[in-house]
């Protein structure tokens, strides 16, 4: 049961220009390919002339990169680098000037960064979306805005094609969950697949106990059980897992969403909260089929590759917010020894949820995506995970969740919540999703 990883493919030009000396550019060269070693770059031959242009495009072609790195290692004629790309104009680019660098103990050029004067204003006068970095190919800054830009453009690339599943819909009349199909495919990528929630029943119910064994025992080692956990909700939990897991297997999605209340809650008598919480191992899972807070959260999971979940918002004190969901957390956020199962004691749910404080002394991103007008926005904030303070929702066992200790003001971030739910990551990916905003045409807000 693990996170599925996400590869990605980076490809760098050189450009340079035919009458400096090739032991010159070809060490600038080398020393480029060290620097960027450990994101296994595709380092393609050096543009020089234009008959280097048609054999470079073939292969920009061929390779269909994430993201595209146009190096300047020297003086480049504009024509040839814009020839060279302008079939690549309007996905991730980032360009790359050298600066200087010491030869026989002095200080040198080749007029790289003359020539970034003229292609960076070159790009903007075509209008193309960039990057723009510059410095010596032994900058190790180089490394980390690479790696910064790099997340970010296969976030974009991935989120083309991923799919979505709303199993029901927006639950309790929660508007800002909402997200029509056609914006979300035009303007974010992701395919909503909706499916019913009697699939959900259907298969727990015709799912066997001798079928489910496995996750059985392996939901029994995960986590411990409070009193009035009995064998056959764990069961029924387990059923449930493996009926959406066939769900997912067959419709080939990449998250999921499910409306619980009142189908699953009330109706059902049997809540999905500890099998969601398993499947939020593998995937980004949530409940309520909250569409914005699911597109956060796969946002968080592809920029991070890790497991992501989701919280309301209940308080907001002086120095912290009280976050937590009712009954669902991937139990890999929390540490074992904490992981609880408890039995619902509201008479709104039946059966049981998930119970274990989030992870403390991490940092954590707090991220949500909701419309602005005509448009988007997100609204972001960075903390400390601390630990869940003590309270409960009336009547029901302690949320997982925790207490964040933000690094904004507080009061701020009240002033600019745009809903319930937000998406949640262990560790600061502010600056990603920054840019990430940027290349989406967002509105960015951080508190």
């Not at 030869?103 to 960064?113: E, H, I, P, R």
């Not at 490394?143 to 199993?167: M, P, R």
């Not at 739910?421 to 508190?447: M, P, Q, R, S």
Request: proline share 4%; with cysteine; net charge negative.
């Amino acid at each position: 049961m693990e996170m599925r990883n996400m590869n990605g493919k980076l490809v760098v030009i050189p450009f340079s220009y035919p009458f400096y000396p090739k032991e010159i550019i070809e060490e600038q060269i080398n020393k480029s390919k060290h620097l960027l070693n450990e994101l296994n770059p595709i380092f393609m031959d050096p543009v020089y002339v234009q008959d280097d242009i048609e054999k470079t495009r073939n292969a920009i072609r061929l390779e269909n990169p994430d993201l595209v790195i146009a190096m300047l290692v020297s003086w480049v004629e504009a024509p040839n680098f814009i020839d060279t790309l302008k079939e690549y104009f309007g996905k991730p680019l980032l360009l790359w000037s050298h600066t200087t660098f010491k030869l026989d103990g002095k200080k040198q050029t080749v007029g790289a960064f003359v020539a970034a004067g003229v292609v960076k204003q070159t790009l903007e006068d075509f209008d193309v979306p960039f990057e723009f970095i510059y410095g010596k190919p032994d900058d190790t800054q180089i490394v980390e805005k690479t790696i910064t830009f790099y997340s970010v453009a296969k976030t974009l690339a991935k989120l083309k094609d991923t799919k979505i599943g709303l199993i029901g819909y927006p639950a309790l009349g929660m508007y800002t969950g909402t997200l029509d199909h056609i914006t979300m495919k035009k303007r974010f990528g992701p395919e909503i697949i909706q499916l019913d929630q009697y699939q959900i029943i259907n298969r727990t119910d015709s799912t066997s106990d001798e079928d489910v064994e496995e996750e059985f025992y392996y939901l029994k080692s995960r986590t411990n059980f409070a009193k009035g956990v009995d064998e056959t909700a764990l069961k029924n939990s387990a059923k449930m897992y493996c009926a959406m897991k066939s769900l997912i297997k067959e419709n080939n999605l990449d998250a999921i969403t499910v409306k619980c209340q009142y189908e699953l809650s009330q109706i059902y008598k049997f809540t999905p909260c500890v099998a969601l919480s398993l499947l939020g191992d593998e995937i980004p899972s949530s409940c309520e089929g909250d569409i914005q807070t699911m597109l956060s959260q796969v946002i968080l999971s592809y920029l991070t590759d890790s497991v992501v979940t989701y919280g309301d918002i209940h308080e907001v004190l002086e120095d912290r917010i009280l976050v937590g969901a009712c009954g669902f957390s991937p139990f890999s956020m929390s540490d074992k020894k904490e992981c609880m199962v408890c039995e619902w004691g509201w008479e709104a749910f039946n059966g049981i949820l998930n119970s274990s404080p989030l992870r403390k002394g991490k940092k954590m991103t707090l991220a949500r995506l909701s419309r602005d007008g005509d448009g988007f926005k997100l609204h972001a904030a960075v903390g400390e995970s601390v630990g869940r303070s003590e309270w409960n929702e009336v009547d029901c066992p302690p949320y997982p969740g925790t207490d964040i200790v933000l690094d904004g003001n507080p009061e701020s971030f009240a002033r600019e919540l745009v809903s319930n739910h937000y998406a949640l990551v262990f560790g600061d990916v502010t600056d990603e999703l920054e840019l990430l905003c940027k290349w989406l045409n967002i509105k960015y807000i951080l508190t």
